[in-house]
C-alpha cells in the first residue's frame, strides 16, 4: 500500500510557520488581562506546525490531483473566474458573464457554435434580468449595455 | 387567551393574508440563491413597510425570514452550495443523498424538516416567550465560551478519514476567521496592511467557494459532452415509517436549534450544526453519516428553522435583536410604533398573536409551496452538466458580488474554491474548517472576555453551568474518538490480511 | 420604495419627461438627472442602513430623484469611505458618514479622513448615554464617580477600547479624574452588550440612546446621564450629562457626505433636496417612532462639526495610548 505524498504536510507545515511570523507583528492588546489580539493567530499557528509533523509520519493515500485534460480544466476554470472578476466592473455584468459562459464551455470541450455563442448571451441577459428586476439587486452594467437593457 | 383573539380577528383581513404566500415566495427566493441572504431581502422591504399597516408589513418581513430560511436547504442539497450560512450543515449529508440519486427524497425530508421545526418554535415562542427571556439572560460570557467549544466539538465527528486532517482544516478556518479587526480590541491583525483584509474574510464568500465552486471544480474534471447530467431523482416520498424513523431527531433537533438561537450572537448558523452533532452522537448502529443519512438532514434544517424562532426570544421580549434579521424585525416594530421589551406581550396583543398566527399559516404555505415546488427545483439537477455547473460558478460570483459589490470578496470565493478543492483532493474534509471560522470568534471573544471580567482568574471556567456544558464537550470528543478507534480497528486489519 | 428596480427605466422617463417637470428648474443644470448612489459603510439591516435608507426613501417622494443605495460593510465604515472617495465626483456617489471617521486615520487604521469629503448635511445625532440595570447600586453618575475614586473598578460595556462609545466614557473619567477605575468591557455590538448590562455582568453600560428606549420605558434600564446638551425628545427624564456636572457631549452621528471635488452647487442641489427629504412627514414620523435624535446640520456646519470632533479623538486616542498619529 503506497503513502500519501508529503506535499499536503509540508504546505501546511509552511503555512502554520507563516502564520506564526504573521503573528508576531500584531500589537499587543491593551486591556487589563486580555490575552490580546495574538492568542487566537499563535495558537492556530502552533497548531497546525504540531498537526503538520504527525502528519507527515502518518500519510494515508489520498486521490490526488487529476492530469492531462482534467486538469488543464480545472486551472483554466480558475483562470477564467479570475478574468471574470477582474472585467466585472469595467465590461458590465451581462458582457463579462457571457464571455465567461462561452470560454468556459469551450474549455469543456465543446464545439458546436450555438452552444458556445447564441446560449451564454441569452443566458447572461436573462440572469441580468432576474437579479435587476426579479430580486432588486443592481449589478454592474455600462452605459454601452445601460442602453440596451 | 383573549391575546389570541384579537391577533386572529386582527389577522383576518386581506391585505394581511395576502402577505404570508408573498413573503414566503420572496423569502424562496433570496434564500435559495447563495449570497442573497434573508437580511439582505428584509432590508430591501423594510422601507416598503412603512407604507403598511403594522401587522401586513411584519407579516411580510417574517414571511422572508422563514421562507430563506428553509430555501437555503435547496442548493445545499441540490449543488452542495448552501443558498444561507444556516443551511452549512445540510451539505452534510443532503448533498450525499442527491448524489445517491435521492434528491427528491432530501428536498422532500428538508422541507418537512424545516416546517416542523419551525411551527413547534413558533408553539415554543408563543407560549414561553418572556419567561424563557429571563432564562437566556443567565447565560453570560463564560456560558457562550463553553457553548461555542460544544460546537466546536462537531470537528471531531466530521473529519471523516483522519482526525488529525479534520483539526488542520480547522485551524485554517481559524486563521481565516482571525483576519481583520480582532473582537476585543479591534486591531487588524493578519492583514498586511491592506484595507480589503483588515476589513476581513466574509462569511458568504467563503462558504460559497469552499462548498459550491470547489464542488463545480471537481465536477467539471470530467464532464466533455452535452449528454452528462447527474443522477436520477428518486422518489418524493418521505419513505415508509419516517415518522418512527426521524421523528425523534426532529424533536431533538427542534429544542437544541430554539434554545441556541435564543443566546444572541450565536443563533442559528451554529444551531445547525449542534443538532446535527447531537444527532450524530445517537447514532444506531447503521446510521451512515455524511454518506447521505436522512437524519441528518433532518437534525440540520429543524433546528436552523427553529433557531429562527428562538431568536425571536430576546427580540420581542428584551427589545434586543439575536441576529441580524431579527434586527431588521426589531427595526420593523419600532416604525411601527411598538416598544419590544417585557410590556410589548399586553400593549400590543394583536400585532404579537397575529404575528404567532400568521407564522403558523406561513409555515402551512411554506408546505403546500415547497411541495409544489421540488418537482421544480429539482429540475436544476437535471440541466446537462456543461451548463449547470458554469451557471453554478456564475451564481457563486454574483452572489458573492452582490454582499456589498466588493470584486475581492469574489477573489475569497475563487481561493475559496481553490482551496477546497485542493483539499478534498489530499483528501482533507472542508467541512471542519467552516465551522471554525463560524465558531471560532465566538469562542475567542467570549474567552478573552471572560478573563478580563475575571481579572485574569481561570475560575470562571468551574462556574456550574458553564462546567457543565464543558463536560458535555469533552465527553463528546472522548465519545467520537471511541468510536472512531472501533470502526478504524476492523478496517486496518482487513487491510493487513 | 428605496431600491434599485426602478432606476434606470424610471431615469429614462424621468430624462423624456424633464421639460415638463417643475421640481428643477433649467438652472440647476438638470441635476439630479440620473440616480444618486448611497454607499452605506455598514450591513444591511443596522441602524445606518436603516436610518438612511428611510431618508433615502422619503428624498424619491420630495424630489423627483432615484436613489440607489448600496451597502459596503467592512472595517468600520472604511470600505465605503475609500469607495466614495475614490469615485467620480458629479454629486451622483455620496457616503454615509460613520461616526468613526473621526478616528480612523488617528488609529492608523486608514488614511480617510472628513477632509477627503464634502459634507452635505448631518440628519440624525444619537447620543451616547450612561446606563444601569434597575436595582443597580448606582443611582447616579455621582455615586458612579465616587465609588471609582474610592478605589472600587467599575465595569463599563462598550463595543472596543477604540470605539466611540469608549472615547464617550474616556472623555467623562478624564473629566472626573477617574481614569483608571474605569474598566472597559468590550462587545461585539449592543445586542451581546445589552443583555450584559441587564444581566449584571457588568456595572455600566454605554450605548446609543435610541438602542435602549424601550428598556428605559419599561424601568428595566436606568439612565443616569445622556451626552447631549439637552434633554432629548425620547427619554425626557433622562439627565443630560451637563446637568450632573460633567461637560461632555458625544454620540453616533448620521450623515452625507460626497468626494471633496463635488461642485458647490451640486452639493447645495443634494443638500436642498435632503433637507425636504429631512422636514417630510414620513421622515419625522420614522424618527418619532424609531427614539433617534434628530439633529440637522447644514453642509458648512456639519463640516465644522466634523472638524471639531476629529480634533477631540485626536486628543483622546492619544491620552489612551491608542493614536498612531
Known sequence: MSKGSVIPPVLVLLFGIGVLAASAGIRPGMLDQDPGPAFMPRICGAGLILLSLYLFFDREPHEGLPRGGSLVKVIGTAVLLLAYLNLIEPLGFPLSTALFLGFEVFIIGIRNPVVLVAAPIMLSGAIYYLFRYGL?????????????I | ????????SALMDLSVLVMIPLGVVLGIAVGAIPGLSATVGMAMFLPFTFTLDPLTGLVLLLGIYNGACYAGAIPAVLLRTPGTPSSAATTLDGYPMAQKGQAGQALTISLVASVAGGL?????????????????????????????????????SVGGGSMAKGFVSAFIGLTIASIGFDPIAGFPRLSFDNTSLSGGISLIPMLVGIFGVSEALIQLERVSNM???????????????????????????????????MLPGVGGDIGGYLAYNETKRLAKPGDRFGEGEPKGVVAAEAANNASNMGSLIPTLA????????????????????VQPGPGLFAAAPELVFGSFLAMTLAYACMLAIGLLGIRLWVRVVQIPAVYLWPLVLVFSVVGSYAVRNEPFDVLVMLMAGVLGYLMTKANYPVAPLLIAAIVGPIAEENFRRSMILNE??????????????????????????????KTQRPARADEAS | MTNTSFGIRASLLGATMLAAASAYPAHAQDFPSEPIRIVIGFAAGGSTDTNTRALANAAEQVCDADIVISNQPGGSGVLALETVRNSEADGYTMATTPTEISALKHLGLSDVTHEDFKAVMRFIFDPHGFFVRSGSDYKSMDDVINAAKNGTKIRIATSGPASPYAVTFQDVARAAGVSGQFVNIPYQGDALAIPAALSGEVDLIVTNASNVVGQVKSGDFVPLGVATDERIDVMPDAPTLK???????????????APKDTPEDRVAALNDCFKKAFDSESFQSFIAKTGVNPAYLGAEDFDAYLTDEYTRYGELLKTLGLAKN
Open chain 2, 456 to 485: 485574569g482568574s481561570l475560575t470562571w471556567l468551574f462556574q456550574p453551568l458553564t462546567a457543565t456544558i464543558l463536560l458535555l464537550a469533552a465527553a463528546s470528543v472522548v465519545f467520537t474518538f471511541v468510536r472512531h478507534r
Open chain 2, 227 to 261: 449528454h452528462e447530467r447527474m443522477t436520477a431523482l428518486g422518489s418524493f416520498r418521505m419513505g415508509a415509517g419516517w415518522v418512527k424513523r426521524l421523528g425523534p431527531t426532529m424533536m431533538g433537533s427542534t429544542l437544541v436549534g430554539f434554545f441556541s438561537g
Open chain 2, 1 to 8: 387567551m383573549s391575546g389570541w383573539y384579537e391577533g386572529l
Open chain 1, 136 to 148: 432588486d439587486v443592481a449589478l454592474p452594467a455600462t452605459r454601452l449595455f445601460g442602453v440596451l
Open chain 2, 120 to 156: 413547534i418554535g413558533t408553539l415554543l415562542l408563543s407560549l414561553f416567550a418572556p419567561a424563557l427571556a429571563r432564562y437566556a439572560l443567565s447565560f453570560g460570557t463564560p456560558e457562550y465560551f463553553a457553548i461555542a467549544i460544544l460546537a466546536l466539538t462537531i470537528i471531531a
Open chain 3, 243 to 257: 446637568e450632573v456636572g460633567i461637560e461632555v457631549t458625544g454620540g453616533s452621528i448620521y450623515g452625507l457626505a
Open chain 2, 318 to 337: 428584551l427589545g434586543v435583536p439575536g441576529n441580524t434579521q431579527s434586527a431588521v424585525l426589531l427595526g420593523a416594530l419600532l416604525i411601527a410604533g
